[in-house]
């Protein structure tokens, strides 16, 4: 069966990526590129030269401004959505409701509120459309073979993830992903957090703290920590996996990409040599190399290993084609981004919250605009 996909939000300049944009599209691209039952057949972007460009990129035929007469005239089977957080439900919503795509695929976060990223899911699954989020780097090496080696019992029962990155909402959604991969989604029961956000720090339109301390705990026994921004050096890796004999780092500061300890030495782990980031060489050649260690992606005599992200549109793809959830489907993408938003909540109330969360508004963007939080502009 052929697909012909349709890309909303196209970006800007793929070769100067910044907080304000960073043209994803151009990897999702890549990504339905590789597959021989996608064809690239439509894009829209408010800004035209922007979809001009993309278009020109990748031999797109039907360039638009308005996603809906995108939609309407193309009837494209899968739309990947790349425009910043604060719209993707206005979009996807809009999508499901024109019951056109069988599938969504729409970039991280999820979206800017909590009510925004239930309804994302709830109006897909009323329309049967398939709803995944960008989630790509559950797909490297490190974080597969780290799950290979916790599921064949390497480190005992799992009793502690520890993990820091620069914030817990565009960069740690990432991570709270992984961990609840690690767990096979087991539940969370509570959270509870707080943060320092003096000065601003707005990534793509969203406000993300500048120091945050995350503590929550999983319904079978199983703890987290997170740790972000200026405090992430307490915890010196990437993700820990503490368990009941042993210990495993992904993308340790210390080590490489992935290591495990029994006893008192560490062991380095192969992940073929991939890092936490994808950095397989691309027809593009836009992609920076972020590797632990500066170590390049592999390729092998067939070719370039796919990036993440291509991974990522591959299980898409494959879900789709055999009438499962993918991977990385919306109900997985809310477990872990209900930490996000609990997280905040927590700073907000002050107190350790009970999940289901029971709020729809983001709680850190609304302590700035109620002048709880007041961040002195950025340099």
């Given at each position: 069966?052929?697909?012909?996909?349709?890309?909303?939000?196209?970006?800007?300049?793929?070769?100067?990526?910044?907080?304000?944009?960073?043209?994803?599209?151009?990897?999702?691209?890549?990504?339905?590129?590789?597959?021989?039952?996608?064809?690239?057949?439509?894009?829209?972007?408010?800004?035209?030269?922007?979809?001009?460009?993309?278009?020109?990129?990748y031999g797109i035929e039907h360039v638009y401004e308005q996603y809906e007469r995108m939609l309407a005239e193309t009837q494209p089977d899968i739309v990947s959505v790349c425009v910043p957080p604060g719209i993707h439900?206005?979009i996807v919503v809009g999508c499901a409701e024109t019951g056109v795509p069988d599938a969504i695929h729409c970039e991280k976060p999820m979206a800017k509120t909590w009510g925004d990223c239930r309804e994302m899911v709830?109006?897909?699954?009323?329309?049967?459309?398939?709803?995944?989020?960008?989630?790509?780097?559950?797909?490297?090496?490190?974080?597969?073979?780290?799950?290979?080696?916790?599921?064949?019992?390497?480190?005992?029962?799992?009793?502690?993830?520890?993990?820091?990155?620069?914030?817990?909402?565009?960069?740690?959604?990432?991570?709270?992903?992984?961990?609840?991969?690690?767990?096979?989604?087991?539940?969370?029961?509570?959270?509870?957090?707080?943060?320092?956000?003096?000065?601003?720090?707005?990534?793509?339109?969203?406000?993300?703290?500048?120091?945050?301390?995350?503590?929550?705990?999983?319904?079978?026994?199983?703890?987290?920590?997170?740790?972000?921004?200026?405090?992430?050096?307490?915890?010196?890796?990437?993700?820990?996996?503490?368990?009941?004999?042993?210990?495993?780092?992904?993308?340790?500061?210390?080590?490489?990409?992935?290591?495990?300890?029994?006893?008192?030495?560490?062991?380095?782990?192969?992940?073929?040599?991939?890092?936490?980031?994808?950095?397989?060489?691309?027809?593009?050649?836009?992609?920076?190399?972020?590797?632990?260690?500066?170590?390049?992606?592999?390729?092998?005599?067939?070719?370039?290993?796919?990036?993440?992200?291509?991974?990522?549109?591959?299980?898409?793809?494959?879900?789709?084609?055999?009438?499962?959830?993918?991977?990385?489907?919306?109900?997985?993408?809310?477990?872990?981004?209900?930490?996000?938003?609990?997280?905040?909540?927590?700073?907000?109330?002050?107190?350790?919250?009970?999940?289901?969360?029971?709020?729809?508004?983001?709680?850190?963007?609304?302590?700035?605009?109620?002048?709880?939080?007041?961040?002195?502009?950025?340099?």
């Open positions: 069966m052929g697909y012909d996909i349709g890309f909303i939000g196209t970006g800007a300049d793929p070769d100067d990526p910044d907080q304000d944009g960073f043209a994803m599209a151009y990897r999702h691209a890549a990504g339905y590129e590789t597959l021989d039952s996608c064809q690239l057949t439509a894009c829209a972007d408010i800004v035209r030269e922007n979809a001009e460009r993309f278009a020109a990129e439900a206005d709830e109006a897909c699954e009323a329309e049967g459309i398939q709803l995944s989020f960008n989630h790509q780097k559950r797909f490297g090496g490190p974080v597969r073979e780290a799950k290979r080696l916790l599921d064949d019992g390497a480190i005992g029962e799992l009793e502690r993830l520890e993990f820091s990155e620069e914030h817990l909402y565009d960069t740690g959604t990432h991570v709270f992903d992984i961990c609840s991969y690690m767990t096979d989604g087991e539940p969370v029961e509570w959270v509870m957090g707080q943060v320092d956000y003096r000065e601003e720090n707005v990534w793509f339109g969203a406000h993300n703290e500048n120091h945050g301390l995350t503590t929550w705990a999983y319904a079978d026994g199983t703890r987290g920590l997170a740790m972000t921004g200026e405090g992430s050096d307490y915890v010196d890796c990437y993700l820990r996996l503490r368990g009941s004999e042993g210990c495993l780092e992904i993308g340790s500061t210390e080590g490489p990409p992935l290591r495990l300890r029994r006893g008192n030495g560490w062991t380095r782990v192969d992940t073929n040599r991939e890092g936490i980031h994808s950095t397989s060489p691309s027809r593009l050649g836009r992609v920076r190399n972020l590797l632990v260690e500066g170590l390049p992606f592999v390729s092998t005599d067939s070719g370039p290993s796919a990036t993440y992200t291509e991974r990522a549109i591959a299980e898409v793809v494959e879900a789709l084609e055999a009438g499962r959830p993918p991977e990385i489907g919306g109900r997985t993408a809310l477990r872990s981004t209900e930490l996000i938003f609990a997280s905040w909540e927590s700073a907000r109330r002050r107190a350790r919250i009970d999940l289901p969360l029971d709020i729809d508004d983001n709680p850190l963007e609304s302590m700035v605009e109620a002048g709880e939080l007041n961040p002195r502009p950025a340099d």
